[in-house]
């Protein structure tokens, strides 16, 4: 069973931007990426989708900001996001597209403070 690991999150500034990191050893390449993120208390909230041929969708909260990409050499997915805002603080995950079909990893904790 597939378990990704994200990475790159941390605590900034209002402003600051961040490029967060999604590696499915050997498989990433084979799948749409979604990228969601999480408040405690609250559900998963989707972010963003990146489909193997590089076409991209964005949720509401993610446009303008936010941009998806990947580089299926490296099994890789990232998600770029600029100008970040308090609201943006959550845990983000990446899986697959739709239903998603790896297990969760542990996410990468975005935290945006003055």
């Known amino acids: 069973q597939v378990q990704p690991v994200e990475s790159g999150g941390g605590l900034v500034q209002p402003g600051s931007s961040l490029r967060l990191s999604c590696v499915a050893s050997?498989?990433?390449?084979?799948?749409?990426v979604a990228w969601y993120r999480q408040v405690p208390g609250l559900g998963r909230e989707w972010v963003a989708t990146?489909?193997?041929?590089?076409?991209?969708t964005y949720g509401d909260s993610a446009e303008g900001r936010f941009t998806v990409s990947r580089d299926n050499a490296k099994n890789t997915a990232y998600l770029q996001i600029d100008n970040l805002r308090p609201e943006d603080t959550a845990t983000y995950y990446c899986?697959?597209?739709?239903?998603?079909?790896?297990?969760w990893g542990q996410g990468t904790q975005v935290t945006v403070s003055s």
């Open positions: 899986n697959t597209g739709g239903r998603p079909a790896w297990n």
């Open positions: 050997d498989v990433l390449h084979l799948y749409t």
């Open positions: 990146i489909t193997s041929s590089g076409i991209k």
